[in-house]
């Protein structure tokens, strides 16, 4: 099995490093502005050569594997700093928590944490307000009041990483401070599951939506936390994000039905199987497996099964299929379920992060 996943893991790898060929753009042009954000037609999104969340992940995955693609992400940074880099947002954020690890970028890396903790708009109770980008690069889209379960992995890892880093306490608070700030407002006490965002004008969760990739970023978001925070959250605190964690992954498996991934509307059996939030489910079960973090005894030989199911969305040429397209917040389910489906580079790199965990778990490895 482990042979068969370094397979897949090196094909996904290859695509995304080519991933422009996998995307028939010719369907994306000339559709109307509203149009194209009721169906998730952001260009931004379709391959590798921008810099917003989507590449940022496709290189957070490639990095998983080690150095070998350090070439490949060291030239797509210099590329798109030379091309000039887009404005300051949550989702911009997303590429420094992997080139913070080179020390090429090291100032850089500095610039933007020093927004985050200066510049970035901030809610009421200081929460971080989910911005991000708009028309194009050199602009913004704000969401007025709003916090989405998004950031936890496009920002606050990289707050706490950079707090670790550089030894910077208030850093590593406020980072803290937002994981417990977003966990309480979009956490589903009844199911335990979380909605997509919060928005403290009207004080509500847009009529709350179990989106499967938004719960994802909470599944493998907050082992990664974890992993990184470490002795820097006292026992208390990390129990009870222990605690979230745990009823989440429980909530999640109850929902799986036998043979196939999740929903991209987790409890609603009538939208599409979709595939970047059930690889990002996968990969942050693998990680609290491995971390000591799950109450309950889940089997390597369950986890295996899930896996294979997973592989199964990867076609010949190295392809993940059945991922859903960008996703603005909505108060509709049947907006949830009208995102079409393509290829994504954020697609490649979720499957890429659960694959390269089932690796890591099944020989023994680090889980970054």
């Known amino acids: 099995?482990?042979?068969?996943?370094?397979?897949?893991?090196?094909?996904?790898s290859k695509r995304l490093v080519?991933?422009?060929?996998?995307?028939?753009?010719?369907?994306?042009?000339?559709?109307?502005?509203?149009?194209?954000?009721?169906?998730?037609?952001?260009?931004?999104?379709f391959g590798m050569n921008q810099w917003d969340w989507p590449q940022g992940v496709g290189i957070f995955g490639l990095h998983l594997e080690g150095?070998?693609?350090?070439?490949?992400?060291?030239?797509?940074?210099?590329?798109?700093?030379?091309?000039?880099?887009?404005?300051?947002?949550?989702?911009?954020?997303?590429?420094?928590?992997?080139?913070?690890?080179?020390?090429?970028?090291?100032?850089?890396?500095?610039?933007w944490m020093e927004w985050v903790e200066n510049e970035c708009p901030r809610?009421?109770?200081?929460?971080?307000?989910?911005?991000?980008?708009?028309?194009?690069?050199?602009?913004?889209k704000e969401n007025p009041e709003q916090i989405w379960v998004d950031t936890l992995f496009m920002t606050i890892l990289f707050m706490a990483k950079m707090g670790v880093k550089y030894d910077n306490k208030n850093w590593r608070e406020d980072a803290l401070y937002q994981v417990l700030l977003h966990s309480k407002y979009l956490l589903d006490r009844e199911t335990g599951l979380f909605y997509h965002g919060w928005e403290f004008g009207e004080r509500g969760n847009f009529n709350g939506?179990?989106?499967c990739r938004g719960n994802s970023w909470f599944t493998v978001g907050l082992p990664l936390f974890l992993s990184i925070m470490q002795d820097y959250i006292s026992a208390p605190i990390k129990n009870h994000l222990q605690n979230l964690y745990n009823n989440q992954v429980f909530a999640i498996l109850k929902l799986k039905e036998p043979g196939k991934l999740w929903h991209t509307v987790l409890d609603d059996s009538e939208s599409y199987i979709?595939?970047?939030?059930?690889?990002?489910?996968?990969?942050?079960?693998?990680?609290?497996?491995?971390?000591?973090?799950?109450?309950?005894?889940?089997?390597?030989?369950?986890?295996?099964?899930?896996?294979?199911?997973?592989?199964?969305?990867?076609?010949?040429?190295?392809?993940?299929?059945?991922?859903?397209?960008?996703t603005p917040i909505s108060e509709e389910k049947e907006n949830y379920k009208e995102i079409i489906?393509?290829?994504?580079?954020y697609g490649q790199s979720m499957m890429l992060l659960a694959l390269t965990a089932y690796r890591n778990y099944a020989c023994g490895g680090n889980i970054q």
């Open 18 to 45: 080519h991933f422009e060929e996998a995307i028939p753009k010719e369907q994306f042009t000339n559709v109307p502005e509203k149009e194209a954000e009721e169906k998730g037609f952001f260009l931004r999104d």
């Open 341 to 345: 489906k393509i290829p994504m580079v």
């Open 274 to 326: 979709e595939t970047s939030g059930s690889a990002g489910i996968l990969a942050g079960i693998i990680l609290g497996v491995k971390l000591g973090m799950l109450d309950n005894i889940i089997s390597k030989e369950k986890i295996t099964q899930w896996i294979r199911e997973l592989e199964e969305e990867i076609d010949e040429t190295g392809v993940v299929q059945n991922v859903s397209a960008g």
């Open 67 to 111: 150095e070998k693609n350090n070439t490949f992400i060291k030239k797509w940074a210099d590329s798109e700093i030379e091309k000039g880099l887009p404005t300051k947002n949550i989702n911009t954020i997303c590429p420094m928590l992997t080139l913070m690890d080179f020390p090429e970028y090291e100032d850089l890396a500095l610039e």
């Open 123 to 140: 809610t009421k109770e200081n929460g971080l307000e989910h911005i991000t980008s708009g028309k194009d690069k050199f602009s913004v």
């Open 1 to 12: 099995m482990v042979d068969e996943v370094t397979k897949n893991i090196e094909m996904v």
């Open 209 to 211: 939506v179990f989106w």
